[in-house]
């Protein structure tokens, strides 16, 4: 158990459709990173948040959006979903430095 | 922004042998380099990192070289076991985590260890 809680661990849903992925990071831990993981792309950076403040964006489509609540955990929101958004995300969470980043398990999202 | 580029996407060694994957990164700001083990149906988990400061580092059986003048790192695994397979991927960011930075990741290397 790394210590990163994401919920669900596996969801279907149909094109159009809009889902939430929740992320608890790690105790102590103030920042939250999403990741998106597909086949042909490796991991790529979608958004941080830093103590409920967005900190920096990456490759992160209008379609989706996140948020980091007063309590640090953070959810993906990713609406109208096409097909092409089947993949697997993960949340990282990092704290002081001696630990660097460290990732759940994922949330395989399936859209049919 | 920050790319980083990871060779060889695949790599198939025997048991005992050594394993080489290679990195190199674009933004000289650059200055902390971890590496991830990813096994199926899991998350990466972090196996080794390097800090810029340090050219490098080794933890048993695994270690990591960095050369900040070409802005290229390695993963060397010696004596490689069946366990050992799995997808690496090396990442590259400004800051080590808390406030700082970003995680940017090559397109991962799968290793397979064949008995």
């Known amino acids: 158990d790394s210590g990163v809680t994401q919920t669900p661990k596996h969801l279907i849903t149909a094109t159009g459709q809009r889902v939430t992925l929740r992320c608890s990071p790690r105790?102590?831990?103030?920042?939250v990173y999403w990741y998106q993981q597909s086949l042909d792309q490796g991991l790529q950076f979608l958004i941080q948040y830093y103590n409920g403040e967005e900190r920096a964006k990456g490759n992160i489509l209008e379609r989706f959006s996140a948020q980091q609540f007063p309590d640090l955990h953070s959810e993906l929101n990713l609406s109208s979903l096409e097909l092409g958004d089947s993949a697997l995300y993960f949340c990282?969470?990092?704290?002081?430095?001696?630990?660097?980043?460290?990732f759940g398990s994922g949330t395989r999202l399936t859209v049919v | 922004g920050e790319n980083v580029e990871q060779h060889p996407s695949t790599l198939s060694v025997q048991e005992g042998d050594s394993a080489v994957i290679k990195c190199t990164y674009s933004d000289s700001a650059s200055n902390y380099f971890p590496w991830y083990k990813q096994e199926l149906g899991k998350g990466p988990q972090l196996i080794i990192d390097i800090r810029s400061n340090v050219g490098e580092k080794k933890d048993q059986r695994i270690a990591v070289t960095l050369n900040k003048t070409a802005k290229h790192f390695s993963l060397h695994i010696t004596e490689t076991q069946p366990e050992d397979s799995a997808v690496y991927f090396c990442a590259a960011s400004i800051g080590y985590g808390g406030s700082q930075g970003n995680l940017i990741f090559g397109k991962g290397t799968k290793l397979s260890v064949k008995p």
């Open positions: 990282a969470s990092s704290g002081d430095l001696r630990h660097g980043y460290t």
């Open positions: 105790s102590g831990d103030l920042s």
